[in-house]
């Protein structure tokens, strides 16, 4: 289960994948239900590995603005993923590209 | 540890394509005495427990659906399931090309392929599982727009072959189906096969085997599944032949974690897997078209094939899927799946030759590990094939599309006349776009010298006297083609021989 910091986090990275998330209190919090079901019931190596990724994502982005992410405007946090698209470390880039499809799944695999 | 008193004649271990095949094939014998045992390490899932919803149909899958390689350049799926990929499969069905026959007779000593034996295998099988072309109800908009459009471009388009009956055309099929018109092994060789005695076991893990043994815990079962028979627990059981089954990823994983009571050394274990890499690319029809009606596949090209290494074959898939198949992400990304119900699909398939470097290993937990690099001419077979499906796709009459290597993130109408210049090999990052795979095949090669493969042309492991491997891991190469039919080839051989070599007795 996710910590509340890694939960605040985490949406501020969520928001810049999917931005109907961030206008609308009610689709997120159903978005993030979803999102939970699917990260609980991944196996503990990819579980513990997205969480690193979350915090060094996190980490990368406060050197970016020298603010924490989740304070970051949303153009601040565009122009960070933008820059994370082609950092030169390629586990990072790969990393990302998995949270995004795992984020994606949730919200679109969500019933109406 | 409990010691199972029964003692068996054969264990399969897996239920899909390959053990299902086995066990439909051994059935005849078991009226006669034999006994067949089935272990399977995936719940039992019956069509009342498939609802189409992708957050909860996802548990099939091993890891969701995302088992990825070391460098994250390609996601597998494989289904973990009483009857295995064949439970979640969308039924299309080939024949594994003459050349591909001809290479494995030729290069890797599979005699036994002789045209008579494929040819009556093969009809037996089609007839069985209901092997056929789709009649023009099916066809749903995605299908015809795909047909048309690459007709106007003077490229051939073929009717594809599908084993289902009695199909509700729900228009998806990868989630498992609720009507079982599917005639994979869950509907067909499995409930035959369990009809006649053969004993099936399911969320029961094999950890090891040994010549004669086998080692294996019964799991939980997860919630929307048939509750177990057998109590938790770990378990022992012997056998006189053990025949593996786990698929391409699992079956070179149990025999590296067995190779101490095999007493093997083969350093070609896990090696050579092909891939057959996957980008499913989308984009968006000038208006609504009805893809959740009808199938989901009816036509292919196979026209680029020998020349630029890929096939193209029309697909749809659920949301969900399809989000995480069109690149990027934010603003762009979430108008393109706003228009979902207008969206048309193609499947890009590409050729990948056999290698050593790609491989499957274990890691200090015993579980398998994807080693696999992307050959640089398939990266360039993709770029070939990606401008060739934009460009069926702006014939068909789409209007916009995101796809993969493209230096323009949204490609409209007026880009269609540049797509050589803008679908490029350096724009194309894996790391970014990553690839799909649903069809690995090898890593347990079959050959007819011990020294360059893994089994015997019997199907037996080299250095066994008794274990056998029947699933897509022993082929040589990459049939290049939709697996499952030249799986049941071979798992059908794999069979006859094991009776012959073991059992000749009860063949009357
Ligand atoms: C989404 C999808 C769509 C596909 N569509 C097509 C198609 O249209 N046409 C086509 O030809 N092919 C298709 N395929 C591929 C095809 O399904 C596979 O090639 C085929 O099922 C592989 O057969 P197999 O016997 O090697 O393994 P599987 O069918 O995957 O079966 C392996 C079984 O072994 C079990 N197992 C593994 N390890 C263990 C263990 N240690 N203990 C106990 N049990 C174990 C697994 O749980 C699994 O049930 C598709 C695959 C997928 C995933």
Redesign the interface.
Known sequence: MFSDSLKTRYLAIAE?????IAENTALQIAFFT?FT??FD???KD?SSKIELLIKVLSILAFFYQFKQIEKQSIEQR?LF?DKI?HFPI??I???F??L??L?????????D | MTFMQNQYDIIIIGSGVGGGTVADELRQYVKKGLKVLILEGGAYRKKEHFNQNERDMSSIFFNKGAFFSKNMHIGLAAAKTVGGSSAVYTGVSFRPPASVVQKWKTEFGLDFLTDEFVENTFLDIEKKINVHELPDSFINDNNRLFKQAAEKLGITVKNLKINIKNCQQQGFCNLGCTVGAKQGTLEVQLPDAINDGVELIYNAWVESIGENTVKFDIREAPEMSEPNVEKEGSYEIGAKVIVLAGGVMQTPALVQRSEHKLKLKNKLVGRYVTLHPVFNLNAVYQKTITNYEGFPKAYYIDEFSDGEGYYLETSFYYPGITSKNIPGYGKIHSEIMKKYDQMMSILILSHDPSEYHNRILIDKKGQAVLDYAIHPEVKKSLIKAIRKAATIFFSAGCTEMIVPGSQKYLLTKMDSDRLYSLITNSKLIFEQTPLSSAHPQGGMRMHKDAASGVVDTNGKIWGTSSVYVADASVFPSSTKVNPYETIMLLATHISRQIMKTHFQSLIS
């Open positions: 810049i994948i999917i931005p109907d979803n079901i699917f019931s991944l196996d990819s565009i993923f698209q390629a586990k880039v790969a990393g590209t998995g995004r499809s984020t994606l799944m949730s919200f679109y695999s969500m019933q």
